[in-house]
């Protein structure tokens, strides 16, 4: 039976695309059913407060650092989005007075803007972002080599191969409306995929890349970071992929239920407990990746229950 068309975009794949079944029973889950979607690989995680879950998230910064060695170094790939952890990690740097000569960072993606990366000079520039919340922040005695910053760019044969000989312990990031990590988007619903997505494994081939981006997302960077200015997002972005992302000792999603909604949050733990991988939820790809945690704002879960406003 075919698959269904988008309610969406209809030229793309996304979760509207899934069996009824899926989106029924996602529906009805509780954060307490939530939680128990917990299963060796995949661990969920709720936190009270955004200190809490801020925190956590800085503190995983800092103890992916404190693992590197000149001799072995050892780095995280991060998000723009959550950015709220980026100016703890640079204060916690600073007051424990952790050297981070040898560590190593990877930012997760950047807007293609006009055949080339977005220069930091973007207002949207993610690069931007990371060096004015977090590097710049860091005392010069402590913080790494430039060298050592990793961000995409139009050409990803240098960043792709910074991954080659340092240790990535974590790959952190958020969860879009589209459900992707990084700009890791469905694709479109042409071609070859027509009437079906690729399959997960094919999906897991693709590597740092050009995207075009789903309107979805799109209009989402517009909404948490343009003002609602849909002319300011670029439609397409430099990614971070699965095959780095395979790299990458443990996979730690966050989620204070800002980028997503309670509808989405549930339906890739549903997917990725279950093990149903499908390439239109490319979050759920990571039901084939050995050690992810999803990490959720308690009180930013919300339910899935009709509310006119």
Not at 28 to 39: A, E, I, V
Not at 118 to 139: G, Q, V
Not at 186 to 196: D, F, Q, V
Request: aromatic share 10%.
């Amino acid at each position: 039976m075919p698959r269904k068309i988008s309610s969406m975009a209809p030229d793309w794949w996304d979760y509207t695309t899934l069996d009824g079944d899926i989106i029924k029973e996602v529906a009805k889950l509780t954060p307490d059913k939530m939680l128990k979607l917990s299963r060796p690989g995949f661990k969920v995680v709720f936190y009270d407060t955004l200190e809490d879950f801020y925190l956590a998230e800085a503190l995983e910064y800092i103890a992916a650092w404190k693992q590197s060695t000149p001799d072995n170094p050892v780095g995280i790939c991060g998000p723009i989005g959550p950015t709220e952890q980026l100016p703890l990690v640079a204060r916690i740097v600073n007051e424990i007075g952790l050297s981070l000569k040898s560590a190593h960072f990877w930012g997760m993606d950047e807007w293609f803007l006009d055949g080339k990366e977005a220069p930091p000079t973007h207002p949207l520039s993610f690069e931007k972002a990371d060096r004015e919340l977090c590097f710049n922040r860091i005392r010069k005695d402590l913080v790494m080599p430039d060298a050592n910053l990793h961000f995409p760019k139009a050409d990803t044969a240098v960043y792709r191969k910074s991954w080659e000989g340092v240790r990535c312990a974590v790959m952190q990031g958020g969860q879009g409306d589209i459900k992707h990590w990084a700009f890791n988007d469905p694709p479109s619903r042409t071609g070859k995929y027509k009437n079906a997505p690729p399959s997960p494994a094919e999906y897991r081939k693709l590597t740092t890349r050009v995207v075009n981006l789903h309107p979805v997302t799109v209009s989402q960077n517009a909404r948490t970071s343009g003002g609602g200015n849909i002319t300011l997002v670029p439609t397409q972005a430099i990614s971070v992929g699965p095959v780095e992302t395979w790299q990458a000792g443990k996979v730690s999603i966050w989620q204070a239920g800002k980028h997503d909604n309670p509808f989405g949050q549930r339906l890739t733990t549903f997917m990725i407990s279950r093990q149903i991988p499908d390439s239109s939820v490319p979050m759920s790809l990571l039901a084939d990746h050995p050690n992810v945690q999803f990490n959720f704002y308690r009180p930013g879960i919300g339910t899935c229950e009709v509310e006119m406003h």
